[in-house]
Each structure stands twice: as C-alpha cells, then as structure tokens.
C-alpha cells in the first residue's frame, strides 16, 4: 500500500494527485525553465514600460518586475494554459459514467486532485522562477505572506471552479477544443498574465478587475505586493469560487441526466 | 520531401474540413489568441506614447513582421517540436521506416489549417502599421524579404526545438523557451532588453534578424548597437545559415535515436 491509505478519501485524493505529477518532474522543471525565460522578457518590457511610466497603476519598478514573476508562478498551480483536468477525455470514451456512480461527488474528486496537482505544481513550477526573478533583477519580499498563501490557495479553487465548467460542458458540446480555446483567451488576457490588470483603461478595466479570472494572478499578486487590502481581495476570490463551484455542482447534477449509460 | 508534405497535409485538410463547426470555432480561435498580443499592445500604449523610444505604428510594424513570420512557420512546420510525443508513443518508428523525409512526416502531422485564423490576424496587423507608417518603396521591398526569412529562422527554431528532444526526451517543454520565446521576443523593439542580450541574437542565436535589424533598416532608424544599417539585409544569409545548423542538429537526433525496442 502506498503511504496514502491511512488519508480520509479526499487527502488521499490530493496526495494521489500530487503524486501523479510529481511522476513527471523533469516535464515540471522543463516548465519551469520555460516560464522563468517568459519571466525575464516580460520584465524587460514591463521595465520599459514603468521607466515611461513611473508609479503606473500604483506599482513602482520594482512591484512591477516582481508582478512579472509572480504571474510566471501562477501558470502551474492555477493551470492558465489548458484545462487541465481529465474530464472531457473521460466524457468523450464513456468512463465518466463510472465517475458518477462512485459514492463521492464526482466535483469534490476532481477538486481534490487538483489541489493536489496544483501543491506539486506550486513547488517546481512556482518557486524556481521566483527565485530566477530575484537573483536576475531583485524581488520584492511578500507583504503578508500568510494571507498570500491564502490567496493562492484561493486563486486555485477559483481556477478549478472555471476549469470544471469548461471540461464539464463537452458533455453538451461535441467537441470541446473550441471551448478550451475561449477559456484560454479569457484566461491569460484577462488574469493578469500578460499585463496587470491595474493598468487596463477605464471602464474596460475595472470590469477587468471584476471577473473571475482576475482572482487567479491579479488578486494573489495584490496580496504579495500589499497593493490591495488582503481581507478585501481574498474576500473577492471566495466570491467566485462560492459562485463557480455552485454553478459546477449545479451543471454536474444536469450532466447526470444527460448521461446515458449504454449497456450493462 | 515537398511532395510527402503536401499530400500530408492535405489529408489533414480534409479531415478537419469534416468538422465544419469545429473548424470554424478553431480559426476564429486562433484569430482572436492572436489578437491578444495586439490587445496588450494596446494598453501598453494607453499608458504611454513611447517605449523604448518606438511609437505604436512602429511597435506594431515590428509586431505584425515578427508574428506572420511566426504564424508561417509555426502553421506549416510547428509541430516539428512534437517529435518527443512521437518517441514516447512509439510512432517515430513508424515514420522512419517509410520510404519518405522524416522531418516531412512529423512537420505535416496533426497538420491544423485552422491557424490560418493567427496569419490572417498578423497580415492585418502588418498592413495597418504599413499603412500608418508611410514607408517608402525603396526600403519596404525588404518586408517581404524580412518575412520568408523570418519565417526560415523560426522553422529553423523549431527544427532545433525538435532535434533537442531527442535528448530530453521527458522534458519538451524546454523547446518552447526557444521557440514560443523568440516569438514573444520579437514581438517588442529590442532596444527594451538589456543590450548583452540584443548581442547574443545578433551573433549566437540570430533571432535579431527575424524582424530586429531588417526592422531598422525599413523604419530608417540607427542601431543601438552601432551597427551600420546594411547589417539589416543579411537576414537572409542568417536565416540560411540558421537551417544549415539545424538541419544538421536534426540528422544528428535522428541518428541517435534508439527505439524502445520492446
């Protein structure tokens, strides 16, 4: 028996999901290298920017670079590029019918185990670029290190509630890479990934900053970088994901009835 | 090889014409994925007129030669860099003993018209900068040479990207550093990076030539470098000299290449 049989069910699960990954760790540190290259680009651009700028959407150079890398962070744990989850592939053979005959919720299996990816994800894919920032071009230390560990963990759920909804509706849409592209659009544009959302113009912005996928990098970031009032951002974050897993548990009672299990 | 190429790829062709919906959904996906990177641009430039002492127009003109060079690429020879996929699953074998060029086959495979959608948008994003910029005809004869070169550097990448995962076979995901990263690269005036690292692509890794320094001679602007401004027409000589090295990096990983052998 491996080390994780003495869990409850839903530690286990986390722990078989990290390991799972944690199977493939040079893929994990391949990504980690990719993300730092990204880092170091887009901090020379964020650099530019902020020397024309100075103080832009109350960031000095410094927050700026640090926001960088602590975008690159986020790729792994909060899983911006693709869904993610086995789910659609599972949906399109049929073995989804025996996720749902298991005695567990088949949402609260998958978040477990994503939870569980996301710490393995967190350790190789978030911790190297952060430390490749802060030994290229110096990193500002967290503000509130406890309520960023907080927001992170948040900012997964919150990432996980989204993901779910998109791998769950292939059991409505035939084919699902279409959705996963507009998720894909939607994430990285408007998390914070490719600029802080700080900066976007106007009204265009603060609906920005009012979306769900801004509690994936932007709100974790504000923590770290003390730019937002934690007790307000992770306030924020638990919002959406109270209002994605209810929307997730709300569509997995649909997609029961809409599964037809043939044979027997 | 051409010909192995195109039959592939036609085939591919046909299969997603199959889907209509899908293909559909896909080409306006990858047109809007590349608007995103315009769309960054833009708040970029919502909050100054000037970086890195380009303006938007240039900032674009630059961006649109860089990503349809790109998007050629990556359309037509892209998945080169899933070689490591093949390996693992066991189809490279299948590939090496067809009597046809096996950088033909893994290059057509999974071969996805509908990323024209990022082409379209490149072309469109090149055209409204030409527009803006009002170059004249005596330098803008070299965009179209900037971007069939560009296009043989990126394939060039690529091709190094999949020759490299002969060796990390495990780990793809560093290609991507080199590949997607030269991209992204590109896709800014260089004069925001530190110069050490404008040198490096200048005379290791030739990424500067891909739109960077033909970029200077068509805009008519000095080289920060200090470099003179004819040094913007060898990009055709730093594309060549770029497939030469990785068409030989590319024999050599075939030929390492041991099966699994079960």
Known sequence: MTSGAALPLYPRLAWYGFRRHAAYWAAALAGAFTNTVFGVLRAYVLIALWQARPGLGGYAVADAVTFCFLTQACIGPMQLFGVGLDLPQRIRSGD??????????LQLWCLSEDLGRAAFLFLARSIPPALAGAALFGIVAPRAPAAFLASVTLGVVVSFGWRYLVALASCWVMDDRGLATLSLVLTTFFSGLMLPLTIFPGWFGSLARALPWAAMVQAPSDVYLGTAEPAHALAFQALWAVVLLALGALLTRAARRKVVIQGG | MIRTYALLAWAWTRAAAQYRVSFALMTAGAFVIGGLDIAVIWVIFANTDSLAGFGPAEVMFLYGTSELAFAISDTLFGNVDRVSQHIRAGTLDVMLVRPAATWAQVAADRFGPHRIG?????????????????????RAWMVPVMVVSGSVIFTSMFTLGGALQFLLTDAPEVANAFTYGGAML????????????????????????????PGLYVLDRPDPLGLPSWTGLLSPAAALALAAVAALAWRAGVRRYRSTGS
């Not at chain 2, 005036?189 to 030539?209: C, E, H, N, Q």
Request: hydrophobic content about 60%; overall charge positive; glycine content about 4%.
């Open chain 1, 96 to 105: 989804v019918a025996l996720d749902l005959v298991r005695p567990a919720p």
């Open chain 2, 118 to 138: 990022r082409i379209v948008m490149a072309a469109a994003v090149l055209c409204v900068a030409l527009a803006r910029l009002d170059i004249p005809l005596g």
């Open chain 2, 186 to 213: 590109n896709q800014y005036p260089l004069s925001v990076y530190d110069p050490r690292i404008v040198m490096g692509l200048t005379y290791v890794l030739p990424l500067a030539f891909v739109n960077w320094r």
